[in-house]
């Protein structure tokens, strides 16, 4: 039995299941902005996941969604292309903070092409190793987790990677940071 037959049970169908390449043959093709613009209404928090690497990475990422709570999973959707991208596949650990409204700065930071990498990507960010990982936690974060690589499913040009959560806690963060409509924006103490 493999891990994902362990994590899906048998009434998924095979063809769903990890490692089975999506097809989406004849299908619409739609334009990137309108599909960013009608996909970006759907309102999120935003998180930063990190990696241990050689040296500590990090990426801005709005994809994160809990799972289950038996066992404990999360996932989240990570570029291809992303330096972090292969480095979770590698380490098979990750870690995601959960931004405060106060951490804008931060989100744009790990979501800019241009920052700096390599043991310069954290010099300037407040973090702290993760107890179970060692992978780097953002100080200030509303929450935080800490995950093992559970599955790694098709996600068209992202992957889409189970964590299985091995150690989480609340941050010293008080309010959401949240994403909409292309832009963040703070969640109001006591605004409905
Ligand atoms: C609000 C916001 C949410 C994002 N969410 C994701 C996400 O869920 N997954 C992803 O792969 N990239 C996401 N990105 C884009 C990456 O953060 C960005 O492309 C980053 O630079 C990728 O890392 P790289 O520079 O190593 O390629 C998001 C960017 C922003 C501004």
Redesign the pocket.
Known sequence: MTSADQILGSTVPAELRSGTRIQAVGEPRHERGHLRSVFGAFATG?TVVTARGDAP?G??????TSVSLEPPLNL????R????HDVILRDQVFAVSVLSSGQEPL??Y????S?PRGEEEFALVDSVPGPRTGVPVLAGALAWMECRLAAVYDGGD?SIFLGSVLDLGHGTGEHALL?HGGR?HRLLPGAA
């Open positions: 935003i990475l990426m801005t990422a709005n994809s994160f989240v959707c990570v570029d292309t992303a330096a972090i989100a744009t790990f979501a800019s092409h920052r992202h994403f963040f």
